[in-house]
């Protein structure tokens, strides 16, 4: 065993530290692909390609929470992480999550079916979204729950989001962003949710390790996502066909 995994454990609150710290400075709200749309610098296709794209991540979202609800041996533990899948897929056709996201791409101008069937999706953003889903189903459970603490770091985002869309894309009605509305409540009981498993489970300082590992490669895929964006439509002639924005 190394030196770094013989370490005892970290208490709680530095833990709780350690995952802010990371989570804080390498999370994708200082991405430049962020930053354009948040300063309204953003065009109409640029961000109309941003939702068409995130769609895709959205979609499996509800397939890793299963993946990690099958991992599970603690019926109280599925019925907490259940309420996830709940509020992605909905109660009945026409509700939840991906209906609202759905909806924010019929109101940016979108085709809903086309964006529904995800054929268009980048191959770099397709490629970082399906990683997620390997990340979850290949690591413990322990470390599966870790990597969705990005939530931890999102009601922040969300928030912002909102006020620079409603600023500087007028075109865009104030129903059609209620997807970021409702979801800021919902994060921050998930991620509570979450780090106190975490704080539970990681027992020695090699589990704490490996969850923030897991952290971070959560990051890493989000940031991808962008980066295959940003490659295809702010700087010309990247992307596939040389899609420019």
Not at 67 to 96: C, N, Q, V
Request: glycine letters at 6%; one cysteine or more.
């Amino acid at each position: 065993m190394s030196r770094e995994m013989a370490r005892p454990p970290l208490g709680r609150d530095e833990l709780v530290d350690w995952i802010r710290r990371e989570g804080e400075a390498r999370y994708h709200d200082h991405h430049r692909y962020h930053q354009l749309m948040h300063d309204g610098k953003l065009t109409r296709v640029q961000l109309q390609q941003w939702v068409l794209n995130r769609y895709y991540y959205q979609t499996r979202v509800p397939i890793k929470d299963a993946l990690i609800l099958s991992k599970s041996e603690d019926p109280a533990f599925r019925r907490m992480w259940i309420s996830r899948i709940r509020d992605h897929d909905g109660e009945a056709a026409g509700e939840g999550g991906l209906e609202l996201w759905l909806r924010l791409a019929e109101g940016v101008g979108l085709d809903r079916e086309e964006v529904a069937s995800c054929r268009s999706v980048l191959p770099g953003v397709r490629f970082a979204c399906d990683g997620y889903v390997e990340l979850v189903r290949e690591r413990t459970l322990l470390e599966a729950v870790a990597s969705s603490l990005t939530e931890f770091f999102s009601p922040d985002l969300m928030t912002r989001r909102v006020l620079a869309w409603e600023r500087h894309y007028p075109w865009i009605s104030k129903e059609t962003l209620e997807y970021f509305r409702s979801r800021p409540p919902k994060a921050r009981q998930d991620s509570a949710q979450a780090i106190d498993y975490v704080l539970t489970h990681a027992t020695t300082y090699e589990l704490q390790a490996r969850c923030v590992a897991a952290l971070i490669r959560k990051t890493e895929i989000l940031w991808h996502l962008l980066d295959s964006l940003y490659g295809a439509y702010v700087e010309p002639g990247w992307g596939p066909g040389g899609a420019r924005a």
